[in-house]
């Protein structure tokens, strides 16, 4: 996912397996990632004019991660089970912001 956004460049959320947990995603019938257990969303944020600020992190709009300094990612380790949307929103420190959405299914 690209988007670009008066200068904010959140290039992609990326899902990656922990290492402590060897379960990883798959997709299953449909396009929508199947996540089984702790997962890595890390994000790829880039502003070339005034720096990136912030990346916050959501979960179905709840707001669960604010990281300040890169690499851009967190760990969703709670427990939780079907389908979700993960928001990925950056911030420049001109005050500018962009989002990137992926939605995934989760059990565990």
Do not use: C
Not at 29 to 47: R, T
Not at 83 to 100: E, L
């Amino acid at each position: 996912m690209n988007f670009i956004n008066q200068g904010v460049k959140t290039k992609r959320i990326k899902l990656t397996k922990t290492r402590k947990n060897k379960k990883t995603f798959k997709r299953l019938l449909s396009n929508v990632p199947f996540i089984i257990g702790k997962i890595d969303i890390v994000v790829n944020v880039s502003d070339s004019d005034s720096g990136v600020n912030r990346v916050e992190f959501f979960i179905d709009n709840e707001l669960k991660a604010n990281i300040s300094s890169s690499p851009y990612s967190w760990i969703w380790d709670n427990i939780a089970f079907f389908k979700h949307t993960i928001i990925v929103t950056a911030y420049d420190n001109a005050g500018n912001h962009n989002s990137a959405e992926i939605i995934v299914s989760k059990f565990f």
